[in-house]
């Protein structure tokens, strides 16, 4: 069974130190909701669900309650579960349905620990036993659950419902077996999802700036691990959602996967309805690659900004060069300075992506004043400036 999630650290307002409603602590909190989803395992309901629910045990969650339009009041929720349409909490007392909320939830990936606020209302109160209600909240927009839970996508789990006609969207599936990479385009071929392969992480990486809305990635692959393709891609501000799919021991991969940011596994073997399922949950949420900024030029129309951005294009070649000299020569300060300007320049020309990148290089260096603790990070600026160098 999951356990609650004591990883949290909000600082003053730590959520560890506040009671909720139920007046749990954590081990009662699991043991109640153990026993809880031990009896709902055998319970078939009669709604199509278009979402998972995940686990998501936080034992104090800080909630701002609306209720008849008027008074508001803060409150302390456990919570069980946490889907991409809703989340479910408990609660010492009744909630008129059609109350508006707002909660403050931990997120996974967030270095400094911030956590993300979502509205939401209530659609349903059911009273559990004693003074336990199940407080059922639907969020104003449809929100991407990885952002606090890792998606395990078990075989025949997901979303109830499945419309394959209206399955859509862009995947990159980066699988080494011509076998596994034709049974997946198989299983994908009644819906209208745009499929393209790459079968090594080379050939993929020179893919991953095209638009999509998920990459599929198996772990080891001819020339790496799935894990480093997803840290790069991380490291040149790719926000792409990645689902792992891989025949390692899942227990095994869930550690490999520990400290990267991805948004799901799915094991293999697959069977058809698997991926459908999974392929519903991860596609029909909004994901961050859709706010990923494409390169521009803001000012063709504009001959001499035009040259100006030539000639900046034109120099990125020997930037890169600065670069690598001055990680060589183990000269923190030079690469900061090297980088900063990069990140105030390079978006008012258009080369946003390399901008973003930049920002977080010097933003590295800056933390760690060392060359060998960035190198990950200015090693993609490196590589950015000279992909950008050959552009036409």
């Known amino acids: 069974m999951p356990k609650l999630n004591q990883t949290q650290n909000w600082g003053d307002d730590d959520s560890r130190t506040r009671r909720n409603t139920i007046a749990f602590n954590a081990n009662q909190l699991d043991e109640f909701l153990d026993r809880l989803d031990a009896n709902a395992s055998g319970h078939s309901g009669t709604d199509r669900r278009h979402f998972v629910r995940w686990p998501f045990r936080e034992l104090s969650v800080k909630t701002h309650l609306v209720e008849g339009g008027a008074s508001t009041r803060e409150l302390w929720l456990a919570v069980r579960n946490v889907s991409n349409s809703g989340i479910s909490a408990l609660h010492s007392s009744f909630i008129y349905p059609g109350s508006s909320c707002e ?3 931990p997120t996974r990936h967030q270095d400094d620990g911030a956590p993300l606020v979502l509205r939401g209302f209530v659609v349903r109160c059911i ?9 059922g909240i639907q969020f104003d927009q ?18 109830d419902f499945i419309d394959t006609d209206n399955l859509s969207g862009s995947v990159l599936h980066i699988d080494d077996s011509e076998v596994d990479r034709r049974l997946i385009a198989h299983f994908l071929g009644e819906t209208k999802i745009k499929l393209s392969e790459a079968g090594t992480l080379e050939e993929a990486r020179k893919l991953a700036n095209n638009r999509y ?7 080891l692959l001819p020339d790496g691990h799935g894990s480093d393709f997803v840290r790069w891609l991380r490291d040149q501000c790719i926000s792409t959602p990645v689902a792992m799919h891989s025949a390692t021991a899942i227990g095994q991969l869930r550690q490999e996967m520990k400290d990267v940011e991805i948004q799901g596994l ?15 949950e991860f596609l029909s949420t909004p994901h961050a690659s859709t706010e990923q900024e ?3 030029q803001p000012a063709r129309n504009d001959p001499e900004m035009n040259k100006i951005a030539g000639v900046f294009r034109a120099e990125l070649d020997e930037t890169a060069k600065e ?3 001055a990680m060589e020569s183990d000269d923190p300060l030079k690469v900061y300075a090297i ?3 990069l990140k105030g320049t390079a978006p008012s020309l258009g080369f946003k992506q390399l901008g973003k990148i930049a920002g977080k290089a010097a933003e590295s260096v800056a933390a760690t004043m060392s060359c060998e603790e960035s190198t990950r990070q200015v090693q993609a600026l490196i590589e950015s400036c000279e992909q950008n160098s050959k552009a036409a």
């Open 323 to 325: 670069l690598s000299g």
């Open 213 to 219: 809305d998920l990459i599929l990635c198996d772990q």
């Open 266 to 280: 799915l094991a293999k073997p697959i069977d058809k309805d698997t991926l459908l399922r999974a392929m519903t």
């Open 294 to 296: 494409n390169d521009d």
């Open 142 to 159: 449809p929100i991407d659950a990885s952002k606090f839970v890792a998606k395990l996508m078990p075989a025949n789990s997901g979303p």
């Open 339 to 341: 980088a900063i300007r």
């Open 103 to 105: 909660l403050t939830l």
């Open 127 to 135: 009273h559990i036993e004693g003074i336990i209600h199940e407080i």
